[in-house]
T-cell receptor, first 109, second 114 residues
Framework: GIQVEQSPPDLILQEGANSTLRCNFS?????LQWFHQNPWGQLINLFY???GTKQNGRLSATTVATERYSLLYISSSQTTDSGVYFC???????????FGKGTRLSVIA | EAGVTQFPSHSVIEKGQTVTLRCDPI?????LYWYRRVMGKEIKFLLH????????ESGMPNNRFLAERTGGTYSTLKVQPAELEDSGVYFC????????????FGEGSRLTVL
């Protein structure tokens, strides 16, 4: 099955800083999604982005499917951005969504 | 339009007890999935329903876990008897297309087994 690798595993930022999280995947994808698990454990849908670029407020994401990676950009980080960011992908219709191990982000005031 | 809703948001039980988690998918979504994240590890797939049928249950860890989706609407995931290692967050997702379209996740049900 598809392998999903995320980097860095941990990231500490000062409030107001920008960051880039990376997701590499081992095969072509027909579904790629980014999620944020907040400190209370809730999973928040961020982007559905099998290709191209999307933006939502201070967050944006880009997937370069031909090179098998996706990037999540966080600008002007806030303490509420803390938590774990997951990338997940599917490469064929009959396989489940596979998650990476996540990037744990800590934003300090 | 309402998103995927899960209940309860948090459950605390003793080892050996039973817990039932409920998921209400987005209306009209035939595909329903259960995932879980235990002990701070990765989020792992448990099973996939298409309407009321189990399409893929390869991720179910053992026979203490029972998932149902009567009538093809909401789903329940029962853990009986619960063990300490079952503690974690259980997520439900739904989609219109099976695995190719966007999966919409609920916020999760946190299970703590003492």
């Amino acid at each position: 099955g598809i392998q999903v690798e995320q980097s860095p595993p941990d990231l500490i930022l000062q409030e107001g800083a920008n960051s880039t999280l990376r997701c590499n995947f081992s095969d072509s994808v027909n579904n790629l999604q980014w999620f944020h698990q907040n400190p209370w454990g809730q999973l928040i849908n961020l982007f559905y982005i099998p290709s191209g670029t999307k933006q939502n407020g201070r967050l944006s994401a880009t997937t370069v499917a031909t090179e098998r990676y996706s990037l999540l950009y966080i600008s002007s980080s806030q303490t509420t951005d803390s938590g774990v960011y997951f990338c997940a992908a599917i490469n064929s219709g009959n396989t489940p969504l596979v998650f990476g191990k996540g990037t744990r982000l800590s934003v300090i005031a | 339009e309402a998103g995927v809703t899960q209940f309860p948001s948090h459950s605390v039980i003793e080892k050996g007890q039973t817990v039932t988690l409920r998921c209400d998918p987005i209306s009209g979504h035939d595909n329903l999935y259960w995932y879980r994240r235990v002990m701070g590890k990765e989020i792992k797939f448990l099973l996939h329903f298409v309407k009321e049928s189990k399409q893929d249950e390869s991720g179910m860890p053992n026979n203490r876990f029972l998932a149902e989706r009567t009538g093809g609407t909401y789903s329940t995931l029962k853990v009986q008897p619960a063990e300490l290692e079952d503690s974690g967050v259980y997520f439900c997702a739904s989609s219109q297309q099976p695995n190719t379209g966007e999966l919409f996740f609920g916020e999760g049900s946190r299970l703590t087994v003492l």
